[in-house]
């Protein structure tokens, strides 16, 4: 970050959509990736959602909001 032209800081938010907030491992992630991954994992977060489970029953995911698909990130929901 800074004047590292090689250092990008991405800020991801997850916006809530039900009863409760998704609860992560961790409150920040920092992550390297190498030059030339293309298609490759970067990062794995982990989280739970209290909403998942009974008495609830929803399925719960993570996706990136609408008007963002030409955004050069995916997420694997497994």
């Known amino acids: ?3 590292d032209p090689h250092r ?3 800020k991801v ?3 809530d959509t039900n009863n409760h907030s998704p609860e992560f491992d961790s409150p920040w992630y ?3 990736v190498d030059e030339g991954k293309v298609h490759d994992e970067i990062a794995v977060l982990k989280a739970t959602d209290a909403d998942c489970g009974n008495p ?3 399925i719960c995911d993570f ?3 609408n008007g ?3 955004f050069p990130f995916s997420i694997n929901n497994q």
């Open 1 to 3: 970050m800074g004047n």
């Open 8 to 10: 990008v800081l991405l």
């Open 13 to 15: 938010s997850v916006k």
């Open 30 to 32: 920092t992550f390297t």
């Open 56 to 58: 609830y029953g929803q």
């Open 63 to 65: 996706e990136i909001a």
């Open 68 to 70: 963002l698909n030409d």
